[in-house]
């Protein structure tokens, strides 16, 4: 049984920072891809962050050069650092990795934590 479990949410200013935290246990074979995705309430599901394994990053046009993604792959563990934060980064964020294991390979979602940036 593969779980992510996401840390880190909570209440900010405008122009305040916080830190996500993710990390996956379970029976890990290997972790291909991990990202962090939002989702603010009327709107679609949307990319903010993306990793591989060899440390290659992809990133949201609206979070560029604000958030950066990161990860520690001994630790399957995956981070957001969110800087400059907006009214409009409020949204609920969800970690997702793309995990390889003995019987399969797919992708997991985690439980979502909040984010809201309001004064």
């Known amino acids: 049984q593969v779980q992510l479990v996401e840390s880190g949410g909570g209440l900010v200013q405008p122009g305040g920072s916080l830190r996500l935290s993710c990390a996956a246990s379970?029976?890990?074979?290997?972790?291909?891809?991990m990202g962090w995705y939002r989702q603010a309430p009327g709107k679609q599901r949307e990319l903010v962050a993306g990793?591989?394994?060899?440390?290659?990053?992809n990133y949201g046009d609206s979070v560029k050069g604000r958030f950066t993604i990161s990860r520690d792959n001994a630790k399957n563990t995956v981070y957001l650092q969110m800087n400059s934060l907006k009214p409009e980064d409020t949204a609920v964020y969800y970690c997702?990795?793309?995990?390889?294991?003995?019987?399969?390979?797919?992708?997991?979602w985690g439980q979502g934590t909040q984010v809201t940036v309001s004064s």
């Open positions: 997702n990795a793309h995990i390889i294991t003995i019987q399969t390979t797919q992708n997991y």
């Open positions: 379970g029976s890990i074979f290997s972790i291909y891809a």
């Open positions: 990793i591989i394994r060899d440390g290659t990053t």
